[in-house]
């Protein structure tokens, strides 16, 4: 099975109350440290499980000095293999009955948990608001929206949550994405009949870029996923607003990450063709129950 979804559950006895944030990293050294100090003050209980992919920077080191110190909130692991597993591995090893996702480049609002929590009395998925920081040119810019059955599935993992019965229902992120296995995952939560609650009072703050090259890498990728996005889904380009992200590419610099972008995606078209790497499209599985949808 391309998930992954292979290892114990974790004992989720008296879990309800229990909030699981779940981390995965590689090489975040530099943001690590503000992103721990920023969930260790958010609302209890809660546990962080995070998950490293082999850094080889002083990542690893600085999560395993605050566990020591918060041995009854934080536990670390190292996994190799994409975020998607990596977020998985994570899932399992949590106790919680809902996980909260963000990355390592990131720091959470002091109420970021309280709101993303609030939400789960409208729906089994709960999105908050990511405001790009860092260098102004890299931050501006905003991500390129996809609609499926009137809701934007494009919500980042950086700053989402689901309820537990849900995500092992749909068998969690699928593992084979390089990007947008977050949209994967919150596509087939849509068409299980799942509903997005969109909170804005959850902030979470996600670090731009430092330079053009990584700036253009990201796009990149980006495009490649959603590539990997139409082998699974099948024709996604009717679900996009095209005008909506016309008025949003006006700079050169957004002309220049849809020019990468729309690179990453012929790339994947190109070097797949006729290639068992190919993700199949796989056909809806049947509604979720009403038990996995609400909070």
Same mark, same amino acid.
């Given at each position: ?151 934007? #599935?494009? &919500? ?7 309820? @537990?019965? %849900? ?7 699928? $593992? =084979? ?25 959850? #902030?979470? &703050? ?7 090259? @990584?700036? %253009? ?7 490649? $996923? =959603? ?27 957004? &002309? ?40």
């Amino acid at each position: 099975m391309w998930w992954s979804w292979n290892l114990p559950t974790a004992d989720i006895a008296g879990s309800e109350a229990l909030s699981s944030i779940v981390i995965t990293v590689k090489n975040e050294e530099a943001h690590l440290e503000q992103l721990l100090e920023s969930l260790l003050s958010q609302e209890p209980p809660l546990e962080i499980i995070l998950v490293d992919a082999f850094s080889t920077d002083r990542t690893f080191e600085i999560a395993q000095d605050f566990a020591k110190k918060h041995p009854d909130i934080l536990r670390v692991y190292q996994v190799r293999g994409r975020r998607g597993f990596g977020r998985n591995f994570g899932v399992q090893k949590a106790r919680g009955s809902r996980v909260y996702f963000i990355d390592g480049d990131c720091v959470a609002d002091s109420h970021w948990l309280a709101a993303l929590k609030a939400g789960f009395s409208e729906g089994g998925v709960v999105a908050g608001k990511t405001l790009t920081i860092g260098v102004p040119k890299y931050a501006s810019l905003e991500r390129v929206e996809l609609f499926h059955r009137g809701m934007d #599935v494009t &919500y980042p993992s950086c700053n989402l949550a689901y309820n @537990r019965d %849900l995500f092992e229902k749909l068998s969690g992120f699928d $593992g =084979r994405f390089e990007t947008a296995e977050d949209i994967d995952l919150n596509l087939r939560a849509v068409t299980q009949g799942a509903k997005i609650v969109y909170r804005p009072e959850a #902030v979470v &703050y996600h670090n731009s870029r430092t330079n053009i090259f @990584r700036f %253009l890498l990201q796009a990149f990728w980006n495009g490649y $996923g =959603r590539k990997q996005l139409t082998e699974k889904h099948g024709h996604l380009w009717a679900h996009y607003r095209y005008r909506r992200m016309l008025e949003t590419q006006r700079s050169v610099l957004a &002309y220049a990450r849809l020019a990468a972008a729309l690179t990453g995606y012929f790339t994947r078209l190109i070097t797949t063709v006729g290639s068992p790497g190919r993700i199949a499209r796989e056909e809806p599985a049947p509604s979720v129950t009403r038990k996995a949808t609400k909070g």
